[in-house]
């Protein structure tokens, strides 16, 4: 996706205090965050709240990031993803989301769907055969929780299952996924 | 692994940390096991190795997200957040607060060297009896607490620091003053020590080595010698010319 020694590079010059650096970085990076916050917060303005957070922190904390600790696109999706994690888990954002008058349009920019970016992901990672393997439901709540980030009452809700269920579908999902990308390494 | 190799608990386990780290990144951990899961991380290496793992397999899978491109106003947010578009002042003002008496003092020296350079040049004193520090940097701590000064006469190879509050340095390593230069690779200055007060033999001028450096910091290292910053910098600040 990103050539990430170009992106160690940039980390690099900002933790140097390189502001062009830093723009390059958000440039190369943002739009790619946005997407990911966007699909689990679901509402834009949160959305780019948490972006913009998550920059500030890497100009702050540019220092701390080490090469070693993972590749600049894995340590930048995390510190997005926990910042929207948080706030998802915190605050009941969700209740206010069919107020959003923009939901309708943000409904039609969700495509593909959750199971289709598992897809994608896994015809990506070369692991389509491994992933599709995966019972149904354990698939779904899968991708429900990760790329939406939906929490155990809420998948009940949305599944029409009981949160049991859920609990017991994603803990064997994650097994199962947990054992696909470990043929990674 | 054998269990029986971790006394440590259940934290241990490999195969447990593997897993926590794979809820955590998935998302399905609850608040408060994402918390402990987070202290855990912090606390072990192996937790923390589990945790890297796990995040970049949810890069991969982050990766097929389309991306949506943000509004202008996020960019502008990060920049007032930061400090960076502000005009100059405003991003001096954080550091330069506690300076300023100082700085103050410097500069109605500088005043009169300005005006009077003849007083400095036919003067038989030598040069360092008048003339004040033309570099001088401020270090602060993580929580932005001043606390340590460098401060160099333009033509001077000594570089003095004066620690403003205790420096910890655990045993076995060695706290190391750095130069940051715009957009070139730190460098190093010199090894502190204890004392609050103290004199580092630079390589060359001040005017030669620190007129392109904006920033000073320091980190802890495992040899004196360390050619390269290794670790984060414990303390970092601004450094100036001042004439």
Not at chain 1, 28 to 45: I, Y
Not at chain 1, 49 to 68: K, P, T
Not at chain 2, 8 to 27: C, K, M, T
Not at chain 2, 49 to 57: F, P, Y
Request: with cysteine; hydrophobic share 45%.
């Amino acid at each position: 996706m990103h050539d990430p020694a170009g992106l160690d590079g940039l980390l690099a010059r900002v933790a140097l205090r390189d502001r062009a650096a830093f723009r390059q970085l958000y440039d190369a990076c943002a739009p790619q965050l946005l997407g990911v916050a966007l699909r689990l917060l679901r509402r834009r303005d949160l959305a780019e709240d948490v972006l913009q957070e998550a920059f500030a922190g890497v100009w702050q904390r540019a220092a701390a990031y080490r090469a070693d600790a993972g590749t600049p696109m894995a340590w930048l999706t995390a510190l997005v993803r926990n910042r929207a994690l948080d706030l998802l888990r915190a605050e009941r954002v969700r209740a206010t989301e069919s107020l959003d008058p923009a939901d309708a349009e943000r409904r039609a920019d969700e495509r593909p769907d959750p199971l289709g970016l598992l897809e994608q992901a896994a015809d990506a990672l070369h692991l389509r055969r491994c992933i599709d393997d995966i019972e149904g439901p354990q698939r779904q709540c899968l991708a429900l929780a990760y790329y939406h980030g939906l929490s155990h009452s809420e998948l009940a809700a949305h599944l029409g299952s009981p949160v049991g269920s859920v609990k017991a579908w994603l803990r064997r999902g994650v097994e199962r996924l947990r054992r696909c990308l470990e043929h990674l390494e | 692994m054998n269990g029986a190799e971790h006394p440590a608990g259940r934290y241990g386990n490999p195969e447990l940390l593997d897993r926590l780290a794979a809820a955590y990144v998935l998302g399905t951990l609850g608040r408060l096991p994402r918390r402990r899961f987070e202290r855990l991380v912090r606390s072990r290496e192996s937790a923390a190795r589990a945790l890297k793992k796990w995040e970049s397999h949810g890069a991969a899978l982050a990766a097929v997200v389309p991306p949506v491109q943000p509004s202008s106003a996020v960019w502008r947010g990060i920049e007032r957040r930061t400090g960076l578009g502000a005009p100059a002042s405003r991003q001096w003002a954080g550091w330069l607060r506690p300076a300023l008496g100082f700085a103050c003092g410097l500069l109605l020296t500088v005043g009169v060297v300005r005006l009077q350079p003849d007083w400095i040049v036919s003067a038989d004193l030598p040069p360092q009896a008048v003339l004040p520090a033309s570099y001088v940097g401020l270090l602060t701590d993580a929580e932005g607490r001043p606390a340590a000064l460098a401060s160099s006469r333009r033509r001077g190879m000594d570089l003095s620091v004066k620690l403003l509050q205790p420096l910890a340095v655990p045993a076995g390593q060695v706290a190391v003053l750095w130069a940051l230069p715009k957009g070139r690779a730190p460098f190093r200055l010199g090894a502190l020590q204890a004392a609050p007060k103290q004199m580092l033999k630079m390589s060359d001028s001040s005017e030669a080595l620190l007129s392109e450096v904006d920033e000073l910091g320091v980190s802890l290292e495992p040899s004196a010698d360390s050619s390269r910053p290794s670790a984060a910098f414990v303390l970092r600040g601004h450094c100036v010319k001042l004439w």
